[in-house]
């Protein structure tokens, strides 16, 4: 989960301003809604979610979706990854 480690890397490198981009809407939402543990996703990500939940309210940064078009790079690697 891309977020979850831009969430973690941007912690470790004590970033005090950073967004963390995402072209998985369900990740987007539920993030934004504060609400991991009965919002939409699967069960075994919400630990995942609540997480970076945590990382963005201490440390105030936000998390933005956009479109997979605009991520090609990414999307490619994490196909690759698979």
Not at 16 to 35: E, I, P, R
Not at 68 to 82: F, V
């Amino acid at each position: 989960m891309p977020s979850f480690f831009g969430a973690k890397l941007a912690t470790a490198l004590n970033l005090q301003d950073a967004t963390l981009f995402t072209d998985n809407q369900v990740l987007a939402s539920t993030v934004l809604a504060g609400l991991p543990h009965t919002h939409f996703g699967h069960w075994s990500i919400r630990p995942i979610i609540a997480e970076i939940q945590d990382i963005i309210k201490a440390k105030s940064y936000t998390i933005q979706k956009i479109h997979r078009e605009a991520n090609k790079i990414a999307d490619s690697l994490t196909k690759k990854a698979r």
